[in-house]
């Protein structure tokens, strides 16, 4: 149920099935967490499919054990897909022209990646059958990795019942049932996987799974550039101007601002919602709530900001769930920009104190007021309950919530400029900086220790 690129392993699993192999009918075979999976995915009537719920009690004695439990529910050929595998753009329809006659159909995936084929299993391979299979080899002499995509027929039941528990690992492997089958002279064939493949057991595996994900087609995902205002009538339209080449769509949701700010954007043919607004973080909440796109970038009005940085924002998007700018990097500061020194080691200092209060999750922050900063609409879903901060404290509340959802954070420099008009509502003044800086620590603590 992890996500990979906003949708769980197992939906993408049971999508394939069915879009790329025309099968109706599942069998999710569950050894652990039935429940969480029956609500989830019910009798299946929402995917489109039939899912029966085959319980394995044995589950922990190893993979073998997934044909125990099925055996007495299949009497025909069947894919068996293991759940926690990713396949993008992959070749599966092709199974189906694997003429019958054969015992079992493996899915081998080339790769030049040694640990791939450590974390799952080889073959050795003679005139077109797999004639051996090892689990989990120290090395291998061979260029593929064996993937969760096999193909069975019913024949395959005995074997199980005639495989021994392995005297490397101590379980009931899959593979070795395999193996016992090629070795008795079985049908074993090889099923070449193209596309793009990825085993997730770590958390480095997921990591990786999301940016094979993400940056497949990343030029198609849509871009929504998210702008707060209230009385920004002097920088608004550059703002909108510097934006508007780099993004899909600009929302600009306003305050009701009495300077003419909603008119001067609704000029520039941008999305305009102009409403009673509880504050800043309740601007940027309902604005991602309106936006349209899959990638949401959240900006100023003031111009302190500017898209040439928006960049690589998305190329750093590629590889996590959400990125944060920093503006504490003093040679990216502008002269004259609202960030003198206090201020920037009040930021720095909030930052570290969110560091050690979630030191388990590793976060590496030295900015928790920057708006700048660009979140997947899926990661924003996943937080969403969550954000309950209307005002400035709103900025670390979303890195806190999703460090919580286990969601990838990075922080990357961006330029930080003077202000094109207008006075900041929450840092124009010292007793401004000090009242945003109470309200956020009052946040941060209160996150850490539950106490709201």
Request: net charge negative; proline share 4%.
């Amino acid at each position: 149920m992890l996500e990979v690129g906003g949708k769980p392993i197992l939906t993408r699993q049971l999508e394939l099935a069915r879009n790329v192999l025309g099968i109706r009918r599942v069998q999710l075979i569950v050894g652990y967490l039935e429940e969480a999976l029956r609500t989830a995915y019910g009798d299946g009537h929402d995917l489109g499919l039939e899912i029966e719920y085959i319980r394995n009690p044995e589950f922990e004695r190893g993979l073998g054990t997934v044909l125990l439990a099925a055996e007495s529910h299949v009497h025909e050929p069947f894919v068996l897909l293991l759940g926690d595998e990713v396949y993008l753009e992959s070749n599966h329809a092709e199974l189906a022209a694997i003429p019958p006659g054969y015992t079992a159909v493996c899915g081998l995936y080339r790769t030049d990646d040694a640990d791939l084929v450590a974390k799952n299993y080889t073959v050795t391979l003679d005139d077109g059958r797999i004639t051996h299979l090892v689990e989990k080899p120290d090395t291998s002499t061979s260029p593929y990795a064996g993937c969760g995509t096999y193909l069975f027929s019913p024949a395959i039941f005995a074997h199980a019942h005639a495989t021994a528990r392995s005297p490397s690992t101590g379980k009931f492997e899959l593979t070795d049932v395999i193996d016992h089958a090629a070795r008795a002279d079985a049908i074993v064939l090889p099923f070449f996987v193209t596309g793009q493949y990825m085993n997730v057991n770590t958390i480095e595996d997921l990591n990786a799974a999301n940016y094979m994900c993400r940056s497949l087609h990343f030029e198609k995902h849509r871009v929504s550039v998210i702008i707060p205002t209230y009385n920004e009538a002097e920088s608004i339209g550059a703002v909108i101007r510097d934006f508007r080449d780099h993004a899909d769509e600009i929302v600009v949701m306003d305050n009701r601002s009495p300077d003419g700010t909603a008119d001067i954007a609704r000029d520039l043919g941008v999305t305009v919602h102009s409403r009673p607004l509880r504050g800043y973080g309740d601007a940027l909440k309902q604005g991602m709530e309106v936006a349209s796109g899959d990638i949401f970038v959240l900006v100023e009005a003031d111009a302190t900001f500017r898209a040439k940085d928006i960049g690589k924002f998305l190329e750093y998007l590629k590889d996590a769930d959400m990125v944060v700018g920093t503006r504490t990097t003093r040679q990216m500061i502008e002269q004259g920009a609202n960030m003198d020194g206090l201020l920037r080691w009040g930021n720095l200092v909030f930052g570290k104190l969110v560091e050690a209060f979630w030191w388990e999750l590793e976060p590496r922050y030295t900015d928790v007021g920057c708006t700048y900063r660009a979140i997947w609409r899926d990661a924003y879903l996943r937080i969403r309950s969550y954000l309950t901060a209307h005002d400035a404290s709103f900025s670390p509340e979303m890195m806190i919530e999703m460090m919580r959802a286990k969601g990838r954070v990075i922080e990357i420099p961006v330029s930080y400029y003077r202000r094109r008009g207008g006075r900041s509502k929450y840092s124009s003044s010292r007793w401004q900086n000090l009242r945003s800086a109470f309200k956020m620590l009052r946040l941060i603590f209160s996150k850490r220790f539950n106490l709201s």
